[in-house]
Nanobody, 117 residues
Framework: QVQLVESGGGLVQPGGSLRLSCAVSGSIFKLKTMGWYRQAPGKQRELVAGITSGGDTNYADSVKGRFTISNDNAKNTVVLQMNSLKPEDTAAYYC???????????WGQGTQVTVSS
């Protein structure tokens, strides 16, 4: 059984930093990408950042230059370093893994990030 467990969310002031981690356990066949999505109240879930098994990354325009995604393939973990946080970054953040021929989505339970003074 595959499980994605996130940690690192919380409350931070504007301009501050947070580090989100996601540990993936269980057997995943043909892992394609690992990434982070977020969903604010009343809004659709959106991709924040993704990284392929080969290390290629992509970011939402709104977080480029502020967020960095990295992974450890040996440990099956993915980390999102978030700097210069803004109130508009406030959302529930979800870890995501896509795997297999059909690019099946695995999701974590979500961790709340709140940016407020």
């Amino acid at each position: 059984q595959v499980q994605l467990v996130e940690s690192g969310g919380g409350l931070v002031q504007p301009g501050g930093s947070l580090r989100l981690s996601c540990a993936v356990s269980g057997s995943i066949f043909k892992l394609k990408t690992m990434g982070w999505y977020r969903q604010a109240p009343g809004k659709q879930r959106e991709l924040v950042a993704g990284i392929t098994s080969g290390g290629d990354t992509n970011y939402a325009d709104s977080v480029k230059g502020r967020f960095t995604i990295s992974n450890d393939n040996a440990k099956n973990t993915v980390v999102l370093q978030m700097n210069s946080l803004k109130p508009e970054d406030t959302a529930a953040y979800y870890c995501n893994v896509k795997a297999g021929i059909s690019w099946y989505n695995y999701w974590g339970q979500g961790t709340q990030v709140t940016v407020s003074s």
